[in-house]
């Protein structure tokens, strides 16, 4: 009896560890499918955001650094006014122009990325607390930008909204974008981006400049960790073969 009782037991132990070792092994499997489903839907709509943010740091930090040295950036001075550009040919927009207006594209395609990624917010998958810092970072850099009175708040998803072309799910190209500024009544929305690279051209609005780069630093480097990246920031910078200052 006490033979056929020790072996019941036994079998009824082996069972119960192929049982759970079967069931853990599902979990497993289960929370991996999960977390590489997780880091696929954050990289699909967080990317787009890092990656702008690690161009606009780029030229802003380039920006700064010339003014600096010089006390201008002749680059952006181009103009006297934004309602210039839509006087300004093609040739214009390929040469003495493009200064101006890629710094002012690049940061309207930011906008634009924070615009999108807000409306696609439900679709993140982000841990506990993330949420939260990521719409604050994002609150933080229109906040930047908006510092004294420089690129209004309800102005900058309004130029983002304009950088979509939600029929082919892109952004404007640049030459789309030179070609948008050519036409007065809808340049005008662009007015205040302009006017802020032409004011930091002239060595004003450093402070902006100084808050919108700490800011893109303190969002990217969040986004960097939640779909765990390399530095996105310093990478774009080794690729110019500078330092991030």
Not at 164 to 169: G, K
């Amino acid at each position: 009896m006490q033979v056929l009782l020790t072996a019941l037991i036994s079998a009824l132990t082996s069972i119960i560890v192929v049982v759970l070792t079967h069931v853990l092994s599902i979990q497993r499997a289960a929370r991996q499918v999960e977390e590489t489903e997780r880091e696929r839907i954050n990289m699909r709509y967080l990317n787009p955001l890092r990656l702008h943010l690690a161009e606009n740091r780029f030229r802003l930090s380039e920006i700064l650094n010339k003014v600096n040295d010089g006390q201008s950036c002749t680059e952006l001075l181009t103009v006297e006014s934004p309602s210039q550009l839509s006087e300004k040919d093609a040739e214009w927009f390929n040469g003495p122009g493009t200064y101006l207006v890629s710094s002012a594209y690049l940061t309207a395609c930011l906008f634009a990325q924070m615009l999108k990624l807000r409306e696609d917010y439900p679709y993140l998958r982000l841990g506990s607390g993330q949420d939260t810092q990521l719409l604050s970072g994002i609150l933080q850099l229109h906040r930047a930008f908006r510092r004294d009175l420089s690129i209004f708040y309800a102005t900058q998803p309004s130029i983002g909204e304009d950088m979509l072309v939600r029929s082919d799910s892109r952004l404007r190209s640049y030459r789309e974008f030179c070609e948008y500024l050519r036409i007065p009544e809808k340049r005008v929305w662009m007015d205040r981006l302009i006017q802020f690279y032409l004011n930091v051209g002239g060595g004003n609005k450093m402070k902006n400049i100084e808050e919108v780069i700490a800011a893109i630093d303190r969002l990217s480097n969040f986004l960097d960790a939640a779909v765990g990246g390399g530095e996105s920031i310093r990478a774009r910078t080794e690729l110019e073969g500078g330092l991030i200052p």
